[in-house]
């Protein structure tokens, strides 16, 4: 007999006439005003929640079911439940079945069990994820689809408590949270070791700690093991019981009124205080980690039977017979009839259409657009008055970094749901002064400084796109992304696919990155790869090479968050911020005047830049590449009588793939520039792309070599230059 059936017999025995465990909770149910009739409801969602666990195995043996990680142990998670709003979001540990099933109680004309059996079977009837993932969520109950990317939620969970007050400062009306809201935030004990995790509590503390609202219950499910690894006796309790910031919370998860006690608790605190709470919840994880998981392998029998001996099922039975809500035969019959229940549904749901091509799993990668009421554009008084101290500048050509300066504060001027957080990006203006006076002109409550932690600046960019803000996020460095990278592959740009396309997170990254800066840097603020980025599906990357086509660029990566909510990657060659000449000194070609919105021609997504006509030779490229193949182009001409027509990618992600071949046309060969590193750089795409659709089209490429960037005057000697361009052109001519 496996686990889940052995535990079943023993629940049948125990609450069919044998020993029943006493309550050693002293709290009644009269000191938290549960009434006998929602306590006979959180057993029913709690069996609910039980029975769903045992049928997912028998789906699995028979091949019509895929997941079955259980929530048995934790199905006081119902008591939680009770205790909050619905229209509190809730980002939820994946044992969290219970939650969902009460939850849904509480709003009339939902089907839950019949959502979750079509999330078991894979069905692309299953209206969550529409069969791409079996996922607890729900959007009428205000549970977004978490994935299975341990803690990964919990900076997005303190992001969305954040935003609670940044709207309501700004008196942002029709929010999707309320301005009384609370986030709840669910994980494992094992979880909360994690430095996602622990960057999250950090967060939440440093902000409470100065006084900024942070409306959030952690609750921490703590069954005292992550898979095969047991949590040491007492460590949650010890790391979380003087946190500074946080309230510290503890409840039993074997007791269904002390749950409830522990959870109203944290949920009016929270509420009324707008502080970040800590629940400790102790659980108890049954049958195991999931349906492969063999715990015998790592526990011994007394272990696992002691583990069994603590079933919180058995525990609610025993406490709603010994108030006398129900007798031991009502109580089994809720169980059994329970059981039959789902399985006549599951049979349904398993006959129910799956997915069956590649376009329909790919269906809600790119969000669905969104029609929206026009902006109200800024009067010319009030951009008069935004740029009074500016006003003698904007007529004249400037550099990249001050155009994007004023681009933003157009941007923000324009949209009041705009706002701009990362590290140093208030009153300093940034690392580069491209946040420069937004702070003054715009508050804190918009330009906001973070702390040092990039998935905590990333997760509260994700957080506040589900409260209806429009984040600009800023990371200092490209190196620097990489400590945070699993906010953009596992949880930014994944939301819209496993919703199917019901929830969205529209979010600009900004980052400065990219090699040849001089005098500064070194490796770690001269990263050149891309390549995280490129292959994340559905997310767009923004390169500029100039400052014209930043601000054009930037307008567009904003319309694209707010009309088709969208996740943009915007990098910024730091190389480029200040670069004012092209070909000679104080020639002033890298720089141009500002373009008020609306002057200049928008640059839309996917558009190249394309100078010259010339046939010789087409030279691709972005960013830097760019820049230098200009300065190459014009060698090429003067000296060699070579014609060259150079090609601004500008947005490397996706790839316009049949405009660079139109762009290409008339042309008698074509040299990829990338200053990316030759393994995994947009090069390895392009050379593919003209294999396929042009063979034998004469092709080379030029890249960066497979290293680090060194320091000092070595910066740029495996990066392609002016004359390396030059010369891979020659020789391509030569044939």
């Given at each position: 007999?496996?686990a ?24 009644q ?15 029913y969602?709690?069996?609910t ?17 895929f ?8 199905e ?13 979001i ?6 969290s079945?219970?939650?969902?099933l ?10 839950p ?49 954040f ?31 994690h430095?996602?995790a ?9 902000a ?33 019981r ?47 980690h ?60 398993i ?9 329909a ?8 657009k ?23 500048m ?13 681009a ?47 998935q ?51 979010m ?59 996740v943009?990657?915007?990098?910024e ?8 000449d ?36 087409a030279?691709?490229s972005?960013?830097?590449?760019y ?23 500008r947005w ?16 008698k060969?074509?040299?990829i ?17 003209f ?22 005057k070595?910066?740029t000697?495996t ?17």
């Open positions: 007999m496996d889940a059936e052995a535990i079943h017999e023993k629940f049948l025995a125990k609450v069919g006439g044998g020993k029943l465990p006493r309550r050693t909770s002293e709290v149910p009269e000191d938290v005003g549960l009434a006998g009739e929602t306590m006979v409801e959180l057993f969602s709690q069996c929640s039980r029975q769903m666990d045992r049928l997912s195995r028998k789906l699995q043996a028979r091949g019509e079911g997941y079955t990680i259980g929530s048995s142990g934790h006081n998670n119902a008591a939680v439940a009770e205790a909050f709003r619905v229209d509190d809730a980002f939820l540990h994946y044992r079945n219970a939650f969902q009460h939850r849904a109680k509480m709003l009339p004309g939902q089907t069990c019949w959502d979750m059996l079509l999330s078991f079977a894979a069905s692309a009837e299953d209206p969550i994820s529409g069969g791409r993932h079996k996922v607890i969520g729900s959007k009428p109950l205000n549970i977004p689809p978490q994935t299975s990317t341990i803690a990964s939620h919990l900076p997005k969970a303190v992001g969305a408590a935003s609670i007050g940044i709207a309501r400062t700004l008196k942002l009306e029709d929010t999707p949270l309320p301005r009384d809201a609370i986030v709840l935030c669910s994980f494992g004990d094992a979880s909360a070791n430095s996602t622990q960057g999250a509590f950090n967060t939440a503390g440093w409470a700690y100065q006084g900024t609202p942070m409306p959030l219950v952690f609750l921490c499910e703590d069954n005292g093991i992550g898979i095969s690894t047991r949590t040491p006796r007492g460590w949650i309790e010890a790391g979380f003087e946190r500074p910031g946080l309230r510290y919370i503890r409840c039993s998860g074997l007791d269904m009124v002390d749950a409830y006690r522990g959870a109203l608790e944290a949920a009016r605190h929270a509420r009324t205080t707008r502080r970040p709470v800590f629940l400790h919840m102790d659980c108890v994880r049954l049958y195991g999931a349906g492969s998981d063999a715990q015998s392998a790592y526990l011994t029998k007394t272990q696992i039977e002691a583990d069994e001996e603590r079933d919180p099922l058995v525990h609610s039975a025993a406490i709603l017979i010994e108030q006398g809500l129900l007798s031991h035969q009502e109580a089994l019959d809720i169980y059994n009839e329970t059981e039959a229940t789902l399985a006549r549904i599951a049979e349904d749901a006959r129910r259409p799956k997915l069956t091509s590649s376009a799993v790919m269906a809600s990668i790119v969000p669905p969104r029609e929206l009421a026009p902006a109200n554009l800024p009067s010319p008084e009030q951009r008069k008055a935004l740029f009074a101290r500016d006003s003698t904007m007529d004249k050509p400037q550099h990249m970094a001050r155009l994007l300066s004023w933003l504060a157009d941007l923000m001027l324009a949209h009041r749901e705009i706002i701009v957080a990362g590290e140093d990006v208030g009153p300093k203006g940034g690392v580069y002064n491209v946040t420069a006076k937004l702070h003054e002109r715009f508050g804190a409550a918009r330009v906001i400084n973070t702390l040092l932690d990039e905590s600046i990333l997760g509260l960019g994700i957080g506040a796109a589900h409260n209806g803000l429009l984040p600009i996020t800023e990371i200092q460095f490209l190196a620097y992304v990489h400590n945070a990278e699993d906010q953009l592959r596992g949880e930014a740009a994944t939301l819209s696919f496993f919703s199917n396309g019901q929830y969205t997170n529209p600009i990254v900004r980052i400065a990155g990219l090699g040849y800066q001089k005098g500064f840097g070194g490796h770690f603020h001269n990263d050149n790869s891309l390549a995280i980025f490129r292959d994340i599906p559905g997310l767009i990357l923004a390169v500029p090479s100039n400052g014209a086509d930043a601000v054009e660029m930037l307008r567009e990566c904003v319309r694209l968050a707010r009309e088709e909510q969208r943009i990657v915007f990098v060659p730091i190389a480029l911020y200040m670069t004012r092209l070909h000679e000194d104080n020639d002033g070609l890298w720089t141009a005047p500002y373009a008020a919105p609306g002057e200049a021609k928008p640059i839309r997504l996917g558009e190249l830049g394309v100078h010259g006509d010339g046939t010789d030779v030279i691709i972005y960013a830097n590449g820049y230098l193949s200009r300065q190459a182009g014009k060698v090429l001409r003067d000296e060699h009588k070579l014609d060259a027509r150079v090609i601004d990618l490397l992600a996706p790839l316009n793939e049949d405009g660079l071949i139109a762009a290409t046309k008339g042309c060969r074509v040299l520039v990338d200053e990316c590193r030759r393994t995994g750089s947009q090069s390895e795409a392009l050379m593919t792309l294999a396929e659709r042009a063979p034998g089209f004469p092709c080379a490429r030029i890249t960066a070599e497979d290293s680090f960037i060194p320091l000092g070595a910066a000697i990066l392609p230059s002016r004359d390396s361009i030059v010369a891979a052109a020659l020789e391509l001519a030569r044939g």
